[in-house]
């Protein structure tokens, strides 16, 4: 939505696992909303559904250390026992030609993004409720029992974090469009800040 009167944003959209963020990602493209959508690299397999470069980048632990090594991950984590990391030059790419970029990641990588620059906008995604998070998981039905807990437990401290932020967002059952329009009133409102500086990774 940058123009060229404008500079162009870093959104980081972060939040617990199994809190919406594909989706709203999803609605936002098919809405057309005009932002850089950045593609996460993954050795986790592929789910059912999901498309190899589109939803992510699935790599084997080789390739993925390869791409440690030769620095192209703008950041990465260890999450659930599988690396996730994001490609660094599509974004500063996009951000060279002034377009703002939206970057979907977990907390983990949020607060490691947060340490390279300070004029990213973060936005938490966040459940109605961990009651109605777990619900989400268990539909989903990816997860073992242990592992479910495991990310339910994960979700509760993340919640906390979420104080971190510039801003939250509530996902709220059957009404994506409203968090998408939540967040599209962010990026308005970031971009009349008068003093904003150009991101530098």
């Known amino acids: 939505m940058a123009n060229d009167h404008t500079v162009p944003l870093l959104i980081v ?10 989706a709203v990602l999803q609605r936002m493209r098919e809405l057309g909303k005009p932002f850089h959508y950045t593609v996460t690299a993954t050795t986790r397999p592929i789910r ?12 084997d632990r080789e390739q993925f250390q390869s791409m440690i090594v030769d620095k192209q991950l703008l950041e990465y984590a260890e999450v659930y026992g599988n690396w996730y990391g994001v490609p ?5 790419d996009a951000l060279g030609k002034g377009k703002d970029v939206i970057l979907k990641i977990d907390v983990q990588g ?4 947060r340490k390279k620059t ?17 619900r989400r998981l268990r539909e989903r039905m990816t997860d073992s029992e242990e592992a479910l807990t495991r990310r339910l ?27 998408v329009a939540d967040i599209m009133g962010i990026v308005e409102q970031e971009h009349s ?7 530098r990774l």
Not at 48 to 59: C, K, M, T
């Open 13 to 22: 959209l972060s939040g617990p696992s199994g809190v919406g963020k594909d």
């Open 110 to 113: 949020a607060e490691n993004i």
């Open 193 to 199: 800040k008068k003093q904003r500086t150009g991101v």
């Open 48 to 59: 059912s559904g999901e498309i190899d470069g589109v939803d992510y980048v699935f790599v």
């Open 88 to 92: 660094s030059e599509p974004v500063k």
């Open 118 to 134: 300070t004029e990213a906008v973060y936005v938490f995604l966040a459940p109605p409720s961990l009651q109605e998070l777990e």
């Open 153 to 179: 437990k994960t979700a509760s401290g993340e919640m906390q974090d979420a104080r971190k932020f510039d801003h939250v967002v509530v996902n709220r059952n059957e009404r994506i469009d409203d968090a």
